[in-house]
């Protein structure tokens, strides 16, 4: 697909439609320490081989008070803990099949309309979705089927307060996934024309896959909903070893006035993953303080 003529086809106009905001999400904002100028995060698989439980004191001890990638199944862990979810799961199929599949819409439909008000009801705000897998389908025949489908879901999403995020893969960790490019989710943002629907995007998949990190967050950060970070190469800790300037890149997303989350899904190769997070947390903040 050539992406210049692919743009010219898909409508540029956002819609300027209300957001409804959850009176519970308002009450459960997430605390940080005064001295953090973004919300941390972290993705919970990357800490797999401990329970929540055993998760969500150490990284309190780290003055991080949310997680990413938690189902409706532990909310009340969560809550337990007074814990905040920035990125919530548990209404997608899978992976590799989403929203670019018509003989899927129907079970994907179903499923984020028991999720979204189980979302809505926690205090949280984000729940995930992907684009699914190309399997020869033309890229601007997904776009639309995506719309087709995100559209039948969107008015409760807005009605709750949610915001559904599609995430941005590489075609290395993830051959054929569809949306693999941040031309291609920006496209379908502006398809919807709705600010409840944004982009997940995974600094680590993009650097990987089209590089330009810190000019397409300059550009395009109204589209982007939330940040995932790894090193590159590896997708280890994000330390001097790889070739991402984070300090640079976080300095860049606080410019432009994000008020989300910054989850780290990087692999540690430490024996204590907790002391890379407290690293990685302290590179993001550098050249904020």
């Known amino acids: 697909m050539k992406r210049r003529s692919f743009l010219a086809k ?3 106009a956002v819609a300027a439609g209300a957001t409804f905001t959850n009176s519970l999400a308002q009450e459960h904002r997430p605390k940080r320490p005064k001295d953090y100028k973004l ?5 919970r698989w990357c ?3 401990y329970s929540l439980e055993e998760i969500l004191p150490r990284l309190k001890e780290l003055g991080i008070y949310s997680i990413d990638l938690i189902g409706p199944n532990e ?3 969560l809550k337990k803990h007074d814990f905040h979810c920035s990125m919530c799961e548990g209404a997608a199929i899978s992976l590799t099949e989403g929203w670019n599949r018509l003989d899927l819409h129907e079970e994907l439909i179903k499923r984020y309309k028991e999720v979204i008000p189980k979302v809505a009801d926690a205090g949280f705000t984000n729940l995930i979705c992907f684009s699914g897998n190309r399997n020869g389908m033309d890229d601007y025949v997904g776009l639309e089927n995506c719309a087709q489908g995100l559209e039948q879901i969107l008015p409760m999403a807005e009605k709750y307060g949610v915001v559904i995020q599609m995430e941005l893969f590489n075609q290395i960790n993830h051959p ?3 949306a693999d490019s941040s ?4 496209s379908l943002c502006r398809r919807l024309g709705t600010e409840n629907f944004k982009l997940l995007y995974d600094i680590y998949h993009m650097q990987i896959q089209e590089g330009n990190i810190i000019d397409s967050i300059s550009k395009y950060h109204s589209y982007f909903g939330h940040y995932h970070t790894a090193g590159v190469p590896g997708r280890n800790e994000i330390e001097e070893s790889q070739e991402l300037n984070y300090a640079a890149i976080m300095k860049a997303i606080h410019q432009t006035g994000f008020n989300g989350h910054v989850a780290q899904e990087f692999i540690p190769l430490r024996e204590d993953p907790f002391v890379s997070l407290e690293k990685a947390v302290t590179i993001c903040e550098q050249l904020l303080l």
């Open 176 to 178: 054929d996934y569809m």
């Open 39 to 43: 919300k941390h995060s972290v993705a």
């Open 10 to 12: 898909t409508p540029l």
């Open 75 to 77: 909310f009340e862990v």
């Open 47 to 49: 800490l797999s081989q």
């Open 183 to 186: 031309l291609w989710g920006i």
